[in-house]
């Protein structure tokens, strides 16, 4: 007898392909995005400095009381001006530690001498509040060696970061934790 | 097995690896929060103020007084080249000379010219100068070329003698051709063979001088009577050394005043005219200024405002008029300005 080759298939056996084809498509999926989640390395937000323009909001933004952001010095750029755009007032006379003749509003740079003419800047990051006053001064009068980072034993890595969404320069990035900070040569260390 | 119940697996099969695939990639490219960043709100949007201690207010650095602007400009030329870096002004037959690694343009006075070939090839920006006879001094990062009828080259990348590092200026008198080396901080003196013949700089104990120099930039020129100038730009100082090279004087005060000099280091180029007068140009505040030879403040040249913010460096020349001419590099243009009323 001839094969009926044009059999039809039931109804129900139709919609029970269906249902066997959304359950395997929908394991899939899940199986797929797990491997990913598994596969892919965790990220952190940080700040491109080349981005930064120093708007101060990293200062005001953060969801901690006092931001998770801070200045950091990039020794291999500067950071041994006697006279440093980045600690002093504009227009200082004096060449002294005095704090009136400091820029940073919470006294958070201390200078300390090496040899004539050279004195050494290092930040007291406790003190600290991220506003980026000292890197204004030292990115328009100096070689730019002052650069705020979101420092990672403080910042709360919030899934939507508030200073992100408020960030002037479009800076805030998310890059691979394993490399957590940006100089401003470019690259991620 | 029957055909229809292997075609019937391989479905299922294909479905779920759709799945995986799709999953994967959905997952993958999905990042925490990066969604809807950078919305910028105005402060007048919520944001709280920055308490005015917090700020930074660059305008205040910018003012100057329009009575002290003694230039007005006379012309703008386009150079055509991608990242000019040097300019200079043959004094005896006006040409002006733009270089870049990728040619030179070559202008009658102030009326813009041709690009033309470099006669050599340079590795990296570096200077370039006519020397006493009219020769062409052509430098690039770590080599210097004298290019007359023959082109002799010397210098190689390094610190040692003969070597450079970072070159931002060769210049010639009648006797020596000196190169300022902002990379090894200190000036070299040459033949006009390009024999080596000593150093002023870190390592010269004799002349007991030292060169700051933070950042790339080292200019040099000399005066009427053929003594070297040197911007010792660390200590925001011109500093004046002998035909010879030896250390005489120098002059000089850091400050925001429109007199001083602005920042950790500048000037960053300055030139000497006809009458001995110094044009010195300032990165931080972009402006262009003249003093007298003795280094008096005389007036503004170009005005805070003048050039593509983003320049770190002016390289300055002047013609046989005392015209200045003045090189944005970030807009590839040479700025001409001459003084008022003539
Ligand atoms: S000026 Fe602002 S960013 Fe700089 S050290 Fe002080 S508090 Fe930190
Ligand atoms: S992620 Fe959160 S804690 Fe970290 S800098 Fe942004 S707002 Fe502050
Ligand atoms: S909010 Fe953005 S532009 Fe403003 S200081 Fe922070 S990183 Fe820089």
Redesign the pocket.
Known sequence: MEENKTKKVSRMEFLKNLGRGALLLFLGITGGAALARVKKKPAV?QIDPAKCIQCGR?AT????RV???KCVHNFSLCGYCNLCFGFFQAGQRELTSGGENQLCPTGAIKRKFVEYPYYEYTIIEKLCVGCGKCVKGCTAFGNGSLQLQ?MHD?????N?????KACAGKA?VRIPAEKAYITKEGRES | MDRKIIFKNGIWILLVAAGLVGGYFMASSYIP?NTAVNEVKSDGAGNPALPENFKYDMAKLKQYDPRQLLYGEETKIKTGLKEPFGLTVNKKDGRVLVVSTEGMLVCDGAIAGKVAALPVRLEGPGSVSFGFAGELLLAGRDRVNIVSGTIIGFGKKGKGVGEFKYITSVKANAKYIFTADAGNRRVCKFDLKGKYLGQIGRKDKAAGKNFVIPSPHMDMDFDSKGNLWVANAGLLQLEKYSPEGVFVSSWGKHGINIDEFIGCCNPVNFVIDGGDNFITAEKGVLRIKKYDKTGKFLGVVAPPGTFNEKNTSIPLAVDSKNRVYALDTIEKTVRVFSEKGY
Do not use: D, M, T
């Open positions: 937000w990293c933004e953060c969801v901690l931001s998770a952001v979101v403080r910042c709360k890595n919030c939507e970061c508030l200073i992100a805030f | 929060g």
